[in-house]
């Protein structure tokens, strides 16, 4: 590289060309001019507009946990779960009819939200059997509830305090202490014993109430959402960034690390200041949220298993479309050295999944649950809901409880609706067929293919999707990958 520019006599000529800016240089936003160095207004300003596009662009991928956060507390308030004593739960299952991200049909979900900021200290006392954990405002892992918790499955009564709270800690609670003041809480039941029988221990012994009102706790309110329609999911478009913005004015300042915060002050958000981009800057970040919602598709659907999601896939030896929703079952998403940040991991999770403890990313032969997902067909083809398609898995699942296929929409993550209002297939499902060996084949497709009416689960023409396999009580040949699921094929 060498400038086009007249050296001046007695200069010194034997400037490495690598330090130097000729006046014209091409790249990917267009040729860059500069007068000896210093770029002119028109490059500068060509400059800025991609310096902020890709501020935005990481903004929103660094940002999807507490938007997503975000998203469950306010769709939870839409069915009027405004206070801490009002909780969500889904007393007749998930269904399709909400929109939560990969949720199951297949447990009890029970939903608390607490606003420390407004209520302080909180009690919830947890009734036994539940299993689940305290989440922040971003998304982070804070305690388990249940067996990995410090109740040990038997139930117990948990303090959560604000961030910062330095009064007196009563004796006799599990103390948990977030770094935010919104904090969700998610607890799933087991129906092994039936479903209303879960429901009733719930609704007899689970209790939440500020600290300051343990003399006298308001009732609960349980608020079904089983069969309802409203959302939980954060936003792909300009308006992310608006949601965004009232987590980081409501939260404490040192919610995020120094770099972060000033990541988000580059666009506009900053706490105690309001958040009012101009019309160059809404411009900008319109288009950097397209791009930012491109790459995170990206990630799920094609995730680059030779570079940063090394350790998503369950069977790296086939290359298989399944894979894990933790990278390296990893829920705090620090690589394999535990200090260093995989971003694209973090994405990988956030985008399609919710719900961060590592009680979830460990498997015990059967205990708990364990899954895989496949986002596109053994051709690595996205799934098409106009087509139709099978799966064919091994003799004798090896889940101790029960295993289920459930399908999800594309588009919101979320249980795809069809004429089938809890989208799943299992060891459950009334009807189901085996093979002569012992082995299943299911069907995804608009309509089923005849005799195997039970061992199908509907697509819709015109809509993507991709499907959850979950183990519940997986056993070793799951845990050793001895037995494994076939791929999605295409038929026809």
């Not at 539940?130 to 405002?137: E, I, Q, R, S, Y």
């Not at 999601?309 to 894979?323: F, L, R, V």
């Not at 697509?459 to 990958?481: H, Q, S």
Request: glycine residues 10%.
């Amino acid at each position: 590289m060498s400038s086009s520019r007249n050296i001046p006599t007695g200069y010194n000529t034997e400037i490495p060309a690598e330090i130097m800016t000729p006046d014209t240089v091409e790249s990917s936003i267009g040729p860059l001019k500069f007068f000896d160095g210093a770029p002119l207004s028109e490059t500068a300003q060509k400059a800025y507009d991609f310096l902020d596009t890709m501020r935005g662009v990481d903004a929103f991928l660094k940002g999807i946990p507490g938007a997503s956060l975000q998203g469950l507390i306010k769709g939870a308030r839409s069915q009027g779960a405004l206070e801490c004593h009002q909780v969500l739960i889904f007393d007749n299952l998930m269904d399709s009819n909400s929109l939560y991200l990969t949720g199951n049909t297949s447990t009890l979900y029970v939903l608390p939200n607490l606003d420390l900021k407004r209520d302080g200290p909180t009690v919830l006392e947890a009734p036994a059997g539940m299993l689940g954990a305290f989440n922040d405002a971003w998304f982070r892992y804070v305690q388990d509830i249940g067996p990995a918790g410090p109740d040990k499955g038997q139930g117990g009564n948990y303090l959560v305090l604000p961030p910062g709270y330095d009064g007196d800690v009563p004796e006799g609670y599990f103390v948990v202490r977030p770094r935010t003041c919104d904090v969700w809480v998610f607890m799933r039941a087991s129906i092994a014993k039936g479903l209303e029988a879960a429901a009733k221990n719930v609704k007899d012994n689970l209790r939440i109430y500020p600290l300051a009102k343990k003399g006298d706790p308001p009732k609960m309110e349980f608020i079904s959402g089983s069969g309802k329609e409203f959302n939980t999911i954060h936003a792909n478009d300009y308006t992310f960034y608006e949601h965004l913005d009232k987590v980081i004015q409501k939260e404490p300042l040192d919610m995020l690390d120094p770099e972060t915060r000033g990541l988000f002050a580059s666009i506009g958000m900053e706490k105690g200041n309001p958040f009012a981009p101009d019309d160059r800057m809404k411009k900008i970040l319109t288009d950097a949220v397209a791009i930012a919602n491109a790459t995170a598709r990206s990630i799920v659907w094609y995730p680059r298993v030779d570079q940063t999601m090394k350790g998503i896939e369950i069977y790296p030896d086939t290359h298989s479309a399944w894979q894990m929703g933790w990278v390296d079952k990893n829920v705090f998403f620090t690589g394999k050295d535990g200090k260093t940040m995989n971003a694209d991991a973090r994405v990988m999770f956030h985008y399609p999944y919710t719900a961060v403890t590592p009680a979830m990313a460990v498997s015990n032969p059967g205990l708990g649950s364990d899954y895989g997902i496949a986002y596109v067909d053994s051709e690595k083809q996205p799934l098409d809901g106009s087509k139709a398609y099978k799966l064919h898995l091994p003799p004798n699942p090896p889940a101790k409880d029960f295993w289920a296929l459930t399908v999800y929409d594309n588009q919101t993550r979320s249980m795809l609706q069809t004429s089938q209002p809890k989208p799943t297939v299992g060891s459950q499902t009334e009807g189901i067929q085996l093979n002569d060996d012992g082995s299943y084949d299911i069907y995804f497709a608009p309509k089923p293919p005849k005799g195997y009416e039970n061992n199908w689960i509907a697509t819709v023409p015109g809509k993507g999707w991709f499907v959850a396999l979950r183990m519940y009580g997986p056993l070793e040949a799951w845990i050793d990958k001895t037995w494994r699921p076939g791929e999605i094929e295409l038929l026809g």
